[in-house]
């Protein structure tokens, strides 16, 4: 005799049965008061399991890490240590940010989502249920240009770049200067620096137009060794 199939949960079913706390760490306090309400009363938390939290320390530490998702805006991400991120899903809310910013997040700053400060609260809910899940919440256009930041990956296989090193090479090859770079990873100029010092030796290159000019050759080599 076969078993029944378990009826599928709806969204706000899948939300308010695990318990969920959201913490919201946005530098804009009005809005954080009104996303805090918003998400309080919207369906999603119709049992009430759903928690809505702000940091009370000015940013402890310890407020971040007993949280399922943390919304967080992107300047307020970059002012935090990357250990106040480390135990959650992270969902950025974009206030105007470019797609190769929002690239440079989803490499190198842990994240798994961003969603649109203007957006229904019920796409919201949904982006959160998404992250929570562990799956990534992201727009087409972000997919495209993390595909074409690939191609550095795959021409350096073999060199041993690091992360950081090849997130580096990535801003370069987009035309970046170094004030940019740093901004954008959250270093100084000067580690900025010593990064591409780095990188112009294990690339044996002397600067950023042989960097980007020898990544692409090495893309090109690949391919066709692929297509052999």
Request: with cysteine; aromatic share 2%; net charge positive.
């Amino acid at each position: 005799m076969k078993k029944a199939a378990k009826p599928r949960l709806p969204l706000q079913a899948k939300m308010a049965c695990s318990g969920l706390n959201i913490l919201l760490a946005l530098g804009n306090k009005l809005l954080s008061s009104a996303l805090r309400e918003s998400l309080m009363n919207c369906s999603c938390n119709h049992d009430g399991h759903v928690r809505v939290l702000v940091p009370t320390n000015g940013g402890d530490v310890n407020d971040f890490l007993s949280n399922d998702v943390i919304l967080v805006d992107h300047i307020t991400h970059a002012k935090l240590p990357a250990e106040c991120f480390e135990r959650s899903k992270v969902l950025i809310v974009d206030n105007g940010l470019d797609k190769e910013t929002i690239a440079t997040l989803f490499i190198t700053g842990n994240i798994k989502g961003v969603v649109d400060s203007h957006c229904d609260i019920n796409l919201l809910c949904k982006a959160i249920r998404v992250v929570h899940e562990g799956q990534l919440w992201i727009d087409n256009g972000t997919v495209k240009m993390l595909l074409s930041r690939n191609i550095s990956r795959r021409a350096t296989q073999g060199i041993r770049l690091t992360d950081r090193e090849t997130s580096i090479v990535d801003l370069v090859r987009e035309g970046r200067r170094n004030k940019e770079l740093a901004a954008m990873l959250c270093i100084s100029e000067q580690t900025v620096k010593t990064h591409l010092n780095r990188i112009f030796r294990k690339l044996d290159v002397k600067n950023r137009t042989e960097l980007i000019g020898k990544v692409a050759d090495m893309a090109n080599a690949k391919d066709a060794a692929y297509s052999d």
